[in-house]
């Protein structure tokens, strides 16, 4: 059974720091592209980051550029999402996600490419 198991939201202050974990049990790691997606209140869900198998290839949406890094351990079978520089238009619950990839290179950025799920982490960030 494929679990995806998120840790590390909580609450921080504008302009701080969080790392959020993602670990995946029951999955072949190596063969899969991992990415993280938020939502807000009243918004849907939409990606953050996406890291290919290799690590070698990675997307960011363009308000977390320069901010955010994601980053995976294989031998760990974890994806990390480091956050710096927190604004109070982070605050959502962060989800990491799954999708077996044939493409070592290819970090996917739709939501419908993604078939494993976990279920979620609150991060808030205060003003």
């Known amino acids: 059974q494929v679990q995806l198991v998120e840790s590390g939201g909580g609450l921080v202050q504008a302009g701080g720091s969080l790392r959020l974990s993602c670990a995946a049990y029951g999955l072949p790691f190596s063969n899969y592209a991992m990415a993280w997606f938020w939502q807000a209140p009243g918004k849907e869900r939409d990606i953050v980051a996406a890291i290919s198998r290799s690590g070698g290839s990675t997307y960011y949406t363009d308000s977390v550029k320069g901010r955010f890094t994601i980053s995976r351990d294989d031998a760990k079978n974890i994806i990390y999402l480091q956050m710096n520089s927190l604004k109070p238009e982070d605050t959502a619950v962060y989800y990491c996600?799954?999708?077996?990839?044939?493409?070592?290179?290819?970090?996917?950025?739709?939501?419908?490419?993604?078939?494993?799920w976990g279920q979620g982490t609150q991060v808030t960030v205060s003003s």
């Open positions: 996600a799954a999708r077996l990839s044939f493409d070592i290179n290819y970090a996917g950025a739709r939501e419908d490419e993604y078939r494993y």
